[in-house]
Nanobody
Framework: VQLQASGGGLVQPGGSLRLSCAASGSISSINIMGWHRQAPGSQRDFVASVTNDGSLNAANSVKDRFTISRDNAKTTVYLQMNSLKPEDTAVYFC??????????????WGQGTLVTVSS
């Protein structure tokens, strides 16, 4: 599986960005895709995910502002980020994986895309 993420950049507080992550290669075993983020000096944290059956999950800190979605082919996942705050500044990593019960196996991580929220 290969992942190509895009869409990061500099945005002012209150602005919006949309991240994209396209999967290619051997994706037949993938049934979940999503995003984590890592701010400078911090650990990587979960942001949002979507499964092949359409189940959505998002961190409490973003669920009222960020929306995760997926294309019909289930190969590209999007993260629409609205009302961005300076604390959303981080490198955003997309991932593709499969689930074993409630456990997610992260099969592949994207290269990371930087989101900077600053005036």
């Amino acid at each position: 599986v290969q992942l190509q993420a895009s869409g990061g950049g500099l945005v002012q507080p209150g602005g919006s960005l949309r991240l994209s992550c396209a999967a290619s290669g051997s994706i037949s075993s993938i049934n979940i895709m999503g995003w984590h983020r890592q701010a400078p000096g911090s650990q990587r944290d979960f942001v949002a995910s979507v499964t092949n059956d359409g189940s959505l999950n998002a961190a409490n800190s973003v669920k009222d502002r960020f929306t995760i979605s997926r294309d019909n082919a289930k190969t590209t996942v999007y993260l629409q980020m609205n009302s961005l705050k300076p604390e959303d500044t981080a490198v955003y990593f997309c991932y593709a994986g499969h689930t074993i019960g409630d456990y997610v196996v992260y099969d592949k991580w994207g290269q990371g895309t930087l989101v900077t929220v600053s005036s």
